[in-house]
């Protein structure tokens, strides 16, 4: 009985993985619009290069930049989360 659990557990176990790679895979079209999506997406750059012109206080742009840091790491916990 011990080997019938065995063998169903590692039928199981392959099925699983197999099932998560598939899930995993990024297919050419879902690249294409990953990129289409992400195009053109320099405005974090754009809000530091403002930052510059606004204030010369370093300490002042670390703290903004920290916050802003800080802001795009809760939305990408969100939005692992969703996913």
């Known amino acids: 009985m011990d080997n019938c659990n065995n ?3 590692t039928v199981l176990d392959t099925l ?4 998560e790679e598939d899930i995993c895979v990024i297919t050419k079209k879902e ?3 990953i990129n289409e ?4 997406n ?3 750059e754009k809000v530091l290069d403002y930052l510059d012109e606004i204030t ?3 300490m002042e742009k670390e703290k903004i ?5 800080s802001y795009i ?3 990408n916990i969100v939005s692992t989360y969703v996913n």
């Open 7 to 9: 063998e169903k557990g």
């Open 16 to 19: 699983f993985t197999s099932r």
């Open 31 to 33: 690249r294409k619009k």
């Open 37 to 40: 999506l992400t195009k053109n």
């Open 42 to 44: 320099d405005k974090y």
């Open 56 to 58: 010369n206080d370093d």
């Open 65 to 69: 930049k920290d916050s802003l840091e």
């Open 73 to 75: 790491d809760g939305m």
